[in-house]
């Protein structure tokens, strides 16, 4: 592929050749060069102003890097925070839950019913509402269970064991069980009776409900305010006794 | 002596025109439009098209002026400026493409002895596709080799040979004809 002789020849004379451009040529390159100076001026100016620009868009972006990395690391420490607030919260609500708990018990003294009440009221503050329907469903399987059996002796051996329960729980209290032998078998014969004329169902329930309740709210409560609790329910079952007694009585 | 007191003032001349003198300006123009001119006639046929395109080309070399390392010849960097804004221009304004074919045949031509003017070889050059003309002036007028080729005109070397070779064979058969109508007219 050497170039051949022919081509050393175009080469030779091409190379030799000139050709002068027309008189207006200059005229044009002469405007065209005046053009471009006009601009030059501007275009150093341009420049400075561009590069002013860059740096105002790398300030503006490094400005925004921080606003946007402090913003991440404040929600990052929010995010850390909030659970202990809402820890305390809970706590708090504990609290709230247990004082009014403990206030309208020491408040209510005398009387079962309230009392009965207050301890239901305290079960369904503190214990599930499953935990709730399931001792529910299960005391109602025992009394359906019971009714089956209607052995009035076995009703009354559960409240016997309710009451050595008691008894056992505060021992002074003994004595006045044993004095109140007499009354106790009187109860048991009228109990009997009612329990064949199908009024036993309310108080059974009442009672074993109580129990439970009672079992639940001593699991939560402090030594002392249980202790005080067992002899304001023993007083109030020999008042509730005292009650069912008359109530046997006038029937 | 002489040639280097010629090269300190073209760079003197040269420092003048970066600074937008335009004597000076007007002086380079002077001394190289000419040579420019033919230059672009070589790949323009159109004489006003080729001044146009020369142009354009004198104002990328004053406004490129500064970047001139004065290590090669000022006549050199100023041609190569003429030959990429000719080929631009074909190009764009011409939109020439290169047949992607790498068919070439080695011929050689030698047995050719031309004795043409210099209209005679523009006019044989005249005749050849834009591709070829290019790719024929590029190698065989400049000098410039295979692979700056391919470069130049962004296309593959098989394809500047390829173009190469078919140039030639076109201008053979132009040169054939061209003497046998001299011998006519003889």
Redesign the interface.
Known sequence: MEPNNFEKDFREKLNQREIEPSNKAWDRLDAMLSVAEEKKPTVPLRSVQASKRKWLYIAASFIGFLLVGTLFFNQNKKAVKTPETIVVEKEKEAETEKESVKEPVLNTVDSVKIEIAIAQKTSEETVNKNKKNNSEASEQISNKIIQNETNQIAESSIIKNNQEKQSTNNPPLIDEMSKQDNVDRLLKTAETKILAENAVKSKSKIKINSNDLLDQVDGELELSFREKMIAKINKSYHTVKVAVENRNVKN | MKIIHLHQEETKIIKLAVE?N?QA??QI??KF???M??VC??YIKD?QLA?DV??TA??KV??NLSKFEHKGSFEGWIRRIMINECISYLRVQKKVKFAEDEFFV?E???E???????EQ??YL?DALPDGYKMVFNL???E?YK?NEIAKMLGINEGTS?SQ?SHA?KM?QTQ?TILKKQDNGTE
């Open positions: 937008n335009r300006q007007q123009y002077s439009s000419s040579k001119l033919s006639r070589q004489i001044e020369m142009i004198f104002m004053f406004t080695e050689s031509f030698n050719i002895d031309s004795q043409f003017t210099v070889i523009q050059i190698y065989a007028i000098g295979h040979k190469l030639r201008l040169i």
